[in-house]
């Protein structure tokens, strides 16, 4: 028997994903992706919120090469807690095809971190997401900041719109590349001129460190797939005003999904509503992704 059982409401990932219309650009990369277990070779965190189906990396480089793209950088989920071993494992098996995202705790040595640097860990992820984690404290997450700076990695942020205000002052104290999970989460219902999302553009303005991945139409919208209409209005918005600081990424396996589960094929075939010239996909899918994840 399985050591671990997922959620009874966590719905399983796609199993037979469309063949998406629209073409990716040589050399596309899925920069927002993660690898859960297996469960019984990488266990699960004892601290996590939800457990998740198994997603291996063998089954993400499947859905790569059937989605049309070349590389993946995944992201660590909080159902793996600080422990990243199950994305170091993936790392070190992409034939350099893949670039990590981890998570670490203040306590974390410097031989861990160069360790995960050696295996493709280019960033740590801070969340925020209540329902997902205990945040640690600010002071602890500024002093892995400054410790993960020197290695020329960036800092991944994941929380939801309502939150931006108490955290922005921290957001903007931090001292290297900033990239935000999925736009912000913004209330699809809210006016995309509105002051809720005019604020997380105030923070893309005048912050130019800060980058947006543009991703996740599954989690914000109202209306559904396929098409994901509500949500394309805001993801266009920030790719036109920010054409160099975005980037793209399946959200695959699709943690915490409970009323549908995407078709990857159909998130594929947003993009080219949300980046609707050639130069904006090949800038959201390949020049940006390779400059903050493969410049060396
Ligand atoms: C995502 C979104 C979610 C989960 C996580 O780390 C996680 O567990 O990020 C979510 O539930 O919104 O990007 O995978």
């Avoid at 960036?154 to 719109?161: G, P």
């Avoid at 989690?219 to 396929?226: A, D, I, K, T, V």
């Avoid at 399946?250 to 009323?259: F, G, Q, S, V, Y």
């Avoid at 094929?265 to 090949?282: F, N």
Wanted: charged share 20%; with cysteine; aromatic share 10%.
């Amino acid at each position: 028997m399985a050591a671990f059982t997922p959620d009874s409401d966590w719905l399983h990932w796609h199993q037979s994903p469309s063949k998406p219309s629209y073409v990716p650009p040589a050399g596309a990369v899925d920069a927002h992706c993660h690898v859960f277990g297996p469960g019984d070779d990488f266990p699960f965190a004892p601290e996590r919120k939800y457990t998740p189906c198994d997603a291996s990396k063998d089954q993400l480089w499947a859905l790569r090469d059937y989605l049309g793209f070349s590389r993946n950088v995944i992201v660590q989920a909080t159902c793996h807690g600080a422990d990243n071993r199950a994305l170091v494992d993936a790392l070190n098996h992409s034939n350099g095809l893949a670039r990590g995202v981890a998570t670490v705790k203040a306590s974390v040595t410097d031989e861990e971190l160069q360790a995960l640097h050696a295996a493709g860990v280019r960033g740590v992820r801070f969340n925020f997401v209540k329902r997902l984690v205990d945040a640690l404290p600010f002071d602890s997450l500024q002093s892995i900041a400054n410790r993960i700076k020197n290695l020329g990695w960036h800092i991944v942020i994941y929380f939801e719109a309502q939150e931006l205000p108490e955290l922005y002052d921290f957001f903007t104290s931090l001292p290297t590349t900033v990239v935000v999970d999925h736009m912000g989460r913004p209330d699809v219902s809210k006016d995309v001129d509105g002051p809720e999302f005019g604020l997380f553009i105030k923070l893309m303005q005048e912050n130019p460190n800060f980058w947006s991945k543009v991703s996740c139409p599954e989690r914000l919208s109202q209306e559904g797939p396929p098409n994901y209409s509500d949500v394309v209005p805001f993801a266009r918005k920030i790719v036109e005003l920010f054409p160099d600081r975005v980037l793209w990424g399946t959200d695959w396996p699709h943690p915490n999904m409970k009323n549908h589960m995407p078709d990857d094929g159909h998130l594929v075939d947003v993009i080219p509503h949300i980046a609707v010239t050639e130069e904006l996909q090949q800038k959201l899918l390949v020049d940006n992704p390779m400059a903050l994840y493969w410049a060396d």
